[in-house]
């Protein structure tokens, strides 16, 4: 079993950064795929990114590709997406989420466990 914790969501200017948390209870979670995702009112749960358990590949949707960075820290069971040059259909309730699943696996249905997700408004 896994517990996710997002966190460090809020209300940004387009152009602004934001850094997402996540943290992790479950001696395990170093072994997972970890995912983020994000749900804009209205729409279905997209696919953002994802790191496998090493962090050593990551796997980007082309809308956030250049812009956003993932990393994780096993030591500390957390895993953070750094989110710049923002935009207003950036916002969205977003998720972490883990599971045993490649990197390329883009739908939510792979992954086991769900955050309860973090508020991004990105204001125009």
């Known amino acids: 079993q896994v517990q996710l914790v997002e966190s460090g969501g809020g209300l940004v200017q387009a152009g602004g950064s934001l850094r997402l948390s996540c943290a992790a209870s479950?001696?395990?979670?170093?072994?997972?795929?970890m995912g983020w995702f994000r749900q804009a009112p209205g729409k279905e749960r997209d696919f953002v990114v994802a790191?496998?358990?090493?962090?050593?590949?990551?796997y980007y949707a082309d809308s956030v590709k250049g812009r956003f960075t993932v990393s994780r820290d096993n030591a500390k069971n957390t895993v953070y997406l750094q989110m710049n040059s923002l935009k207003p259909e950036d916002t969205a309730v977003y998720y972490c989420?883990?599971?045993?699943?490649?990197?390329?696996?883009?739908?939510?249905?792979?992954?086991?466990?769900w955050g309860q997700g973090t508020q991004v408004t990105v204001s125009s």
């Open positions: 989420a883990a599971g045993y699943t490649r990197l390329t696996s883009t739908s939510s249905g792979n992954y086991d466990y």
């Open positions: 479950g001696h395990t979670f170093g072994n997972y795929t």
């Open positions: 790191v496998s358990w090493t962090g050593h590949s990551i």
